[in-house]
């Protein structure tokens, strides 16, 4: 009895396991059955142990405001174009063309107390650092830029006749205040912008190397390498990195968006001229970490990055922005005209270039100018028929001279392409005065072009390290000074005529610098024609958000350079004055007006 129950549940076993694993013990399946009805809902489980915290969350930005707390006045037009900062003795100095020399202003003992009256008073004295006017025997022209590094500065100067060698001065003995010269190195032509590495071992310098007035000499472009010793000085020579390896690539680089409006082919003064691609790029601007450069080429719409280890050189072309889709106004009627245009194009042909990094990539930020090409000489006498019998001469200017050469029209003055956009446009009307290149637009060089090129893009852009565009300000610049200004927008540097840009690259972003506040990053963006300083958050570089727009300029109508009232005009260049090295304990934004001749500084202050 005991075996055969023992045989009956080892049957049931099998006959269970045969059903949960979907077999019959001999046949095949079976079908399968109607699925039962659902059970009751159990009882609820006991509740688990809390988790742990989490961590402490980010304060959100509230942004920053300015306000303006100290000022100083150079006494010219023409000066305060650069300005730098030596932390040690909190003393800013400023370039002076008009007087070449170098304004220094001791601003130790300034506070956070806001100026009553920023636009007509100063509070800070100026004291002037005359500068030499020759090196190696050789005749010096103007001062460009300067920089600084820990007790060094780096004067860039021109020579007299701007097609020769230039020189860069070096100065030491800031920390004491008492700048003394130290050494001349000679660089190429027209030194334009110089600048320290980070870590303060190398000095770069920019080379436009210009042609002269005529055009029939026209040096090579290139940026100087200038090493600074252990000893604290500089080196005897420069190491000078040139383009003449992109002679032969012309096709290549105009094929990514780059720029080559020269005139090649006509004879001036006796002389076939003839440009090669070296001789064409003119470096303008430069940002560089401590092994990188990167170099804004302006007139050229590119971006040449220098390795400073094996002083190797690279290009990249920027392209155009299409206004099609954007707010834009051409037009100098008095009013704010907005418009949006298919077959118009903004070449971006940035000035000033600064870097910061997200996430551990280098992004670059540009500030899109725009420049046209326009070269006048003299003829004695001077008179039209003298003028014209000098060769392939464009036109004679009683005020500027012969003008050898121009890439510079009129939309109007274009010929369309039939069925072209650029057709369309003229057809338009709207844009007719506004200034393009005629050196873009005509892809099949039959004479007829199909779209329009405009200087510059009015706005400022941030550039992946692949050359990409992450973000563009648009139209915001026009849209946001429009709403503060109405018709005054638009306006020029050294006077207040109201919306008399508007044809030509609107209110011309120039100055930039990138700076952190708190934990976020920002930059400033200064208008060159319209005036004051626009402030992004560029923390997130694909989150990008407007903070602000300060201006320390009077806008009545009528006024002039010179003219009480005035304020600030042209800012050429920023620079951020981090809470640690500030007199006030607070950040500060020093910004130096070229046409006004005036160092003013804002102080930053997180809301």
Same mark, same amino acid.
Request: charged share 20%.
């Given at each position: 009895?005991?075996?055969?129950?023992?045989?009956?549940?080892?049957?049931?076993?099998?006959?269970?396991?045969?059903?949960? +694993?979907?077999?019959?013990?001999?046949?095949?399946?079976?079908?399968?059955?109607?699925?039962?009805?659902?059970?009751?809902?159990?009882? %609820?489980?006991?509740?688990?142990?809390?988790?742990?915290?989490?961590?402490?969350?980010?304060?959100?930005?509230?942004?920053?405001?300015? #306000?303006?707390?100290? !000022?100083?006045?150079?006494?010219?037009?023409?000066?305060?174009?650069? &300005?730098?900062?030596?932390? /040690?003795?909190?003393?800013?100095?400023?370039?002076?063309?008009?007087?070449?020399?170098?304004?220094?202003?001791?601003?130790?003992?300034?506070?956070?107390?806001?100026?009553?009256?920023?636009?007509?008073?100063?509070?800070?004295?100026?004291?002037?650092?005359?500068?030499?006017?020759?090196?190696?025997?050789?005749?010096?022209?103007?001062?460009?830029?300067?920089?600084?590094?820990?007790?060094?500065? @780096?004067?860039?100067? +021109?020579?007299?006749?701007?097609?020769?060698?230039?020189?860069?001065?070096?100065?030491?003995?800031?920390?004491?205040?008492?700048?003394?010269?130290?050494? #001349?190195? =000679?660089?190429?032509?027209?030194?334009?912008?110089?600048?320290?590495? %980070?870590?303060?071992?190398?000095?770069?310098?920019?080379?436009?190397?210009?042609?002269?007035?005529?055009?029939?000499?026209?040096?090579?472009?290139?940026?100087?390498?200038?090493?600074?010793?252990?000893?604290?000085?500089?080196?005897?020579?420069?190491?000078?990195?040139?383009?003449?390896?992109?002679?032969?690539?012309?096709?290549?680089? =105009?094929?990514?968006?780059?720029?080559?409006?020269?005139?090649?082919?006509?004879?001036?003064?006796?002389?076939?001229?003839?440009?090669?691609?070296?001789?064409?790029?003119?470096?303008?601007?430069?940002?560089?970490?401590?092994?990188?450069?990167?170099?804004?080429?302006? =007139?050229?719409?590119?971006?040449?990055?220098?390795?400073?280890?094996?002083?190797?050189?690279?290009?990249?072309?920027?392209?155009?922005?299409?206004?099609?889709?954007?707010?834009?106004?051409?037009?100098?009627?008095?009013?704010?005209?907005?418009?949006?245009?298919?077959?118009?194009?903004? &070449?971006? *042909?940035?000035?000033?270039?600064?870097?910061?990094?997200?996430?551990?990539?280098?992004?670059?930020?540009?500030?899109?100018?725009?420049?046209?090409?326009?070269?006048?000489?003299? &003829?004695?006498?001077?008179?039209?028929?003298?003028?014209?019998?000098?060769?392939?001469?464009? =036109?004679?200017?009683?005020?500027?001279?012969?003008?050898?050469?121009?890439?510079?029209?009129?939309?109007?003055?274009?010929?369309?392409?039939?069925?072209?956009?650029?057709?369309?446009?003229?057809?338009?009307?709207? @844009?007719?005065?506004?200034?393009?290149?005629?050196?873009?637009?005509?892809?099949?060089?039959?004479?007829?072009?199909?779209?329009?090129? /405009?200087?510059?893009?009015?706005?400022?852009?941030?550039?992946?390290?692949?050359?990409?565009?992450?973000?563009?300000?648009?139209?915001?610049?026009?849209?946001?000074?429009?709403?503060?200004?109405?018709?005054?927008?638009?306006?020029?540097?050294?006077?207040?005529?109201?919306?008399? !840009?508007?044809?030509?690259?609107?209110?011309?972003?120039? #100055?930039?610098?990138?700076?952190?506040?708190?934990?976020?990053?920002?930059?400033?963006?200064?208008?060159?024609?319209?005036?004051?300083?626009?402030?992004?958050?560029?923390?997130?570089?694909?989150?990008?958000?407007?903070?602000?727009?300060?201006?320390?300029?009077?806008?009545?109508?009528?006024?002039?350079?010179?003219?009480?009232? *005035?304020?600030?005009?042209?800012?050429?260049?920023?620079?951020?004055?981090? @809470?640690?090295?500030? %007199?006030?304990?607070?950040?500060?934004?020093? &910004?130096?007006?070229?046409?006004?001749?005036?160092?003013?500084?804002?102080?930053?202050?997180?809301?």
């Amino acid at each position: 009895m005991v075996a055969q129950k023992t045989f009956k549940y080892g049957l049931l076993a099998l006959f269970v396991a045969a059903t949960l +694993t979907g077999c019959g013990l001999d046949g095949e399946n079976g079908p399968q059955g109607e699925q039962g009805a659902q059970g009751p809902q159990g009882d %609820p489980g006991t509740d688990g142990q809390p988790g742990a915290d989490g961590q402490d969350g980010t304060d959100a930005s509230n942004g920053i405001s300015l #306000a303006v707390v100290g !000022r100083a006045g150079l006494g010219v037009s023409g000066a305060a174009e650069i &300005v730098q900062y030596h932390a /040690a003795t909190q003393t800013i100095y400023a370039t002076n063309g008009e007087t070449n020399s170098i304004g220094v202003i001791d601003a130790s003992n300034l506070t956070a107390v806001e100026m009553a009256d920023p636009i007509n008073t100063a509070n800070l004295a100026v004291a002037s650092l005359a500068l030499p006017t020759e090196a190696d025997g050789n005749a010096l022209g103007g001062v460009t830029s300067i920089a600084i590094s820990g007790d060094l500065m @780096a004067v860039a100067m +021109t020579a007299d006749n701007k097609t020769d060698n230039g020189y860069v001065l070096f100065y030491n003995g800031l920390d004491n205040a008492a700048p003394a010269f130290l050494d #001349a190195v =000679e660089v190429g032509a027209l030194p334009d912008m110089v600048t320290f590495t %980070p870590n303060g071992a190398k000095v770069l310098v920019a080379l436009e190397g210009e042609p002269s007035d005529d055009y029939t000499v026209d040096p090579v472009g290139g940026v100087a390498v200038i090493d600074i010793l252990a000893s604290g000085e500089n080196a005897e020579t420069a190491d000078i990195v040139g383009f003449d390896s992109f002679n032969a690539q012309k096709t290549d680089l =105009e094929a990514m968006g780059m720029h080559f409006p020269n005139p090649e082919g006509q004879t001036i003064n006796g002389v076939a001229i003839t440009t090669s691609v070296a001789q064409d790029l003119e470096p303008e601007y430069i940002t560089t970490t401590d092994t990188t450069a990167y170099i804004t080429l302006q =007139e050229n719409n590119g971006v040449a990055v220098l390795d400073l280890e094996t002083l190797s050189v690279d290009i990249v072309g920027l392209g155009f922005k299409n206004w099609s889709g954007l707010n834009i106004d051409v037009q100098e009627n008095g009013a704010v005209s907005f418009g949006q245009y298919e077959g118009l194009y903004g &070449v971006y *042909m940035p000035d000033t270039i600064s870097h910061y990094e997200w996430k551990g990539a280098t992004f670059l930020v540009t500030a899109n100018e725009g420049d046209a090409r326009e070269y006048f000489f003299d &003829v004695t006498p001077f008179d039209e028929a003298t003028c014209l019998a000098a060769g392939d001469v464009v =036109e004679f200017d009683e005020d500027d001279g012969c003008l050898a050469y121009t890439d510079e029209v009129k939309v109007k003055d274009l010929t369309a392409e039939p069925g072209s956009p650029l057709e369309a446009l003229q057809m338009n009307g709207e @844009a007719d005065d506004l200034r393009v290149t005629q050196a873009l637009g005509d892809a099949d060089n039959d004479g007829e072009y199909d779209n329009a090129y /405009a200087y510059g893009a009015r706005s400022f852009t941030i550039w992946d390290q692949n050359g990409l565009v992450v973000f563009d300000s648009g139209d915001d610049f026009e849209r946001i000074t429009a709403s503060v200004y109405g018709a005054q927008f638009n306006n020029t540097d050294d006077e207040n005529a109201s919306d008399d !840009r508007s044809e030509n690259k609107g209110p011309e972003p120039e #100055a930039l610098t990138v700076g952190t506040i708190g934990d976020r990053t920002y930059a400033f963006i200064g208008l060159e024609r319209m005036g004051g300083v626009m402030v992004y958050d560029v923390t997130n570089p694909y989150d990008v958000n407007f903070v602000d727009y300060v201006n320390n300029r009077g806008l009545t109508e009528g006024l002039v350079v010179g003219d009480a009232g *005035m304020g600030d005009l042209a800012p050429e260049s920023l620079v951020i004055v981090n @809470a640690e090295d500030s %007199p006030t304990d607070t950040p500060l934004l020093l &910004v130096g007006s070229e046409v006004s001749g005036t160092v003013t500084i804002w102080s930053i202050t997180e809301r």
